[in-house]
């Protein structure tokens, strides 16, 4: 299995290896008490404890860049998060997207990819759903 830089046509864009994208943790300080004890146990739970770091890393295939984690042994296999390995090595920079904008963003522009890709739909619905659709994420929370 191998893994593909998307290239759009945009300058300096040869240096650039994947596209990646990273999920925080955060705990809403208007939860009630009890809900904020149970979220830092689940912390807990997920930075220290063997079991969900092997859940984590080897069943769900994911990187972490807890030093914890990096510290007990722990790193996927997962062969796209390796292949991202080979291109920083070559001096690629990751490109990053802080968070998504939505799930409906998400959605619209997979769907979009998916009828592009079936030959149903047209790559400027592509352009547009990614395009439009992150301009009008933006709008709403900014």
Sequence with gaps: ????????????????????SFLYFAMNKNASEKDQ????????YILNDDEARDIITNEAGFETPFKLYAKAGYQTKNPIHRANDAYAKADKYDIVIYPLPSTQW?????????????????????????????????????
Excluded at 37 to 44: I, P, V
Excluded at 116 to 130: P, S
Excluded at 132 to 139: I, M, Q, T, V
């Design 106 to 142: 998400v959605l619209t522009l997979g769907n979009a990819m998916l009828e592009y890709a079936q030959e149903t739909g047209t790559w400027d619905t592509v352009h547009d759903a990614f395009v439009d659709g992150w301009a009008s994420e933006y709008k709403t929370t900014h």
């Design 37 to 44: 004890k149970a979220t830092k146990q689940f912390l807990d």
């Design 1 to 20: 299995m191998g893994v593909l830089p998307i290239y759009m046509g945009v300058k300096g864009e040869e240096n650039a290896g994947l596209t990646v």
